[in-house]
């Protein structure tokens, strides 16, 4: 392969993944692998004019299919819909799996991620028959009881990704979970939506941390780190097994590589002082829900569980402001140009 641009360089290393629901990025950008998605990136892409079409559809539906899914409101099976129209629309361009959210109200219920999961799967379906249920990939928050839902998934044979993931604990349960993918968030997520924060502890020396000790214990769960800022964290995690990068940053990794020299090294060129015995011997919370929240609880002095508690809420941010263009659609006197 002719190394050209940064992206050729990553690709050389990593199986790169495109973080957007946006179709025009996986066309012209690609190839890719896999297309990852989150309620922040449907509001993003479904707020465009463009896409009015598939806010007024995806309605539709939602209201014809709705009793078959006592006590979901209509909003809530519309955005599904429409996260999932959208995904599908990526597809032609993409060789892997679509990755769809569940909706994080339901982090914290392994029934109801569970119930989200199969409806995720049966709505595929229905709006594609043709499309196989064996390229999709549904994304839990890395809550105990989201990777619990994970095993159950993963043994009916729907592919799963342990996403907002922050620790080694939870990336050792999510492995024991059998879940596909692991999704370390490398930057806190408010940093996408708070102007002028900056995590002042990137995480990228666990992404080296869990892909080693993955390979330590033998399991077949891949790293896919997200939460990307820039394109020197993206070399720095070259050689990761998957990465998921947003259109910014594609764009900026398309250009002509002028100055490779000035590259940022990669964690995964050489043992990395950060990472080097950090490594534990296997760990196991499978039967072990208290020891499992106590280490979670006091990695970093609780601030990653604060993390992953952030992320969840900005996620729910997220879902309320879809809800809200679904309810502002059925409104009679609503106006065209508030999209």
């Known amino acids: 392969m002719v190394i050209q641009t940064g992206l050729d360089y990553i690709r050389s290393r990593s199986i790169v993944d495109c973080d957007t629901m946006d179709e025009q990025v996986a066309r012209t950008l690609g190839p890719f692998a896999d297309c990852t998605s989150n309620q922040a990136i449907a509001y993003g892409e479904l707020s465009k004019p463009k896409h009015a079409s598939i806010l007024q559809i995806s309605l539709s539906k939602s209201k014809s299919l709705v009793n078959k899914y006592p006590g979901l409101a209509v909003e809530e099976l519309a955005i599904e819909i429409a996260m999932i129209s959208l995904s599908l629309k990526i597809a032609p361009y993409i060789t892997g799996y679509i990755h769809i959210q569940i909706n994080p109200y339901n982090a914290y219920s392994t029934k109801k991620t ?88 990137p995480l990228l020396p666990l992404c080296a941390q869990i892909q080693q000790y993955y390979a330590s214990i033998g399991t077949n769960t891949q790293v896919l780190p997200a939460s990307l800022t820039s394109v020197d964290e993206i070399y720095a995690l070259a050689g990761v097994q998957h990465i998921t990068i947003s259109p910014g940053l594609l764009e900026e990794l398309a250009k002509p590589l002028a100055n490779a020299a000035g590259m940022k090294p990669s964690l995964f060129d050489n043992e990395n002082p950060a990472v080097v015995g950090s490594v534990p011997e296997r760990l196991s919370f499978l ?15 609780g601030e990653s569980e604060g993390k992953l508690t952030q992320a969840v809420n900005i996620f729910c941010d997220m879902q309320d402001k879809l809800v809200r263009l679904f309810e502002w659609l059925q409104q009679p006197s609503r106006s065209a140009s508030r999209l």
């Open 287 to 301: 039967h072990d829900e208290a020891g499992y929240r106590i280490a979670f609880s006091r990695h970093q002095a």
């Open 114 to 201: 569970v119930a989200n999961a199969l409806r995720i799967i049966s709505l595929t379906q229905h709006l594609n028959p043709t499309y196989p249920s064996s390229r999709i990939c549904i994304k839990i928050p890395s809550t105990w009881e989201g990777l619990q839902a994970c095993q159950i998934l993963e043994r009916a044979g729907i592919r799963t990704l342990a996403t907002t993931l922050f620790t080694l604990p939870q990336a050792a349960l999510a492995a024991e979970m059998g879940c596909m993918y692991v999704a370390p968030y490398v930057n806190q997520l408010k940093v996408h939506f708070e102007d002028g924060f900056t995590d002042p502890a």
